[in-house]
């Protein structure tokens, strides 16, 4: 196993925690108010929303270590332990947790089923309350673990997503972004656009229209790209697909998707996976590595995962 691979893996949990943390402070501001308050913001800062000292993660990262402790110590995917890990985690109180996905979880305390509290909670959501971006911001791990086994990587992302988020799209907005690090992590040139012809007819429409033009920038076709800073699941993949590809730095692309404002550290922290599978763990500054108290832990899950292979799925 190459020190490179290790790098892009320890690189997507590590930029994913970055660009959590910090966005954290600046999470429901616009960017108007956060030029006119930090200027450009490139150190972790403490305070502003959520009154937190300096790199402290929030759900985004919590919930993706969830799914990298429970793929480490199972060596695969074990969608009720997951849960089970999830469920553990709403009990400790965190001060960040979205409303579909406390409401699924909340099922899941009161007797429902892993792969029937999401669903029904969908079911029961209306339209614009039942997509949000909660399941992508914390879907990386998988990417690391079945990295050689597309097949699997698409069936265990959409499986872990309905457990709380179970609408196509933000199933198959996991799907094809799992895909993507994937293939960053294994040096597959056109990352995006390789896992976007594999997966384009499985693809919702409001998928499908939003990440196309992204791999049309990326062919130098001039498209039109205009991002949004909200909670919706597909705004918020291709705004961490198109900040991710397209900086000359993972720096460059954290900071960017921080400045959006509105869902900052979810947007930073799906841009910081992208970034990190891409530029490598050494890209991250160094500064924003030692503020997280998880990064050794993200590291060393980092390394465990890539022990997961296909003969484990």
Avoid at 75 to 81: G, V, Y
Avoid at 250 to 263: R, S, W
């Amino acid at each position: 196993m190459g020190d490179h691979l290790e790098s892009r893996a320890c690189g997507t949990l590590l930029g994913l925690a970055c660009g959590d943390a910090l966005g954290r402070p600046v999470e429901f501001r616009s960017p108007h108010q956060i030029e006119r308050t930090h200027g450009r913001i490139t150190e972790m800062l403490a305070d502003g929303t959520y009154g937190k000292p300096a790199g402290t993660i929030t759900d985004d990262t919590e919930m993706a270590l969830c799914i990298a402790r429970s793929l480490a110590e199972h060596a695969t995917f074990d969608p009720a332990d997951v849960a089970d890990r999830f469920v553990a985690w709403k009990a400790s109180g965190p001060f960040d947790i979205g409303i579909m996905t406390a409401n699924a979880l909340r099922r899941i305390q009161n007797g429902e089923s892993w792969d029937e509290a999401g669903r029904r909670e969908w079911e029961l959501s209306p339209e614009g309350s039942n997509a949000g971006n909660g399941s992508l911001m914390r879907c990386a791990p998988y990417a690391i673990a079945y990295r050689d086994d597309p097949d699997e990587l698409v069936r265990v992302s959409r499986r872990s997503s309905s457990i709380t988020h179970a609408d196509p799209r933000c199933q198959w907005s996991c799907a094809l972004f799992n895909r993507t690090l994937a293939n960053l992590q294994i040096g597959i040139e056109r990352p995006l656009e390789t896992a976007l012809a594999d997966l384009e007819t499985e693809l919702p429409d409001d998928v499908l229209d939003a990440v196309t033009p992204v791999v049309e920038y990326l062919n130098d076709e001039r498209a039109d790209v205009e991002l949004a800073n909200s909670g919706y699941v597909v705004t918020t993949l291709q705004a961490g697909l198109y900040l991710g590809l397209t900086a000359d730095t993972a720096e460059e692309a954290i900071v960017d998707a921080v400045m959006m404002g509105g869902d900052a550290d979810t947007i930073g922290a799906v841009t910081g996976a992208v970034a990190g599978a891409r530029f490598g763990l050494d890209a991250l500054p160094d500064g924003w590595l030692e503020a997280l108290s998880v990064r050794s832990e993200l590291e060393s899950l980092g390394t465990d995962l890539l022990e997961i292979g296909p003969q484990s799925a």
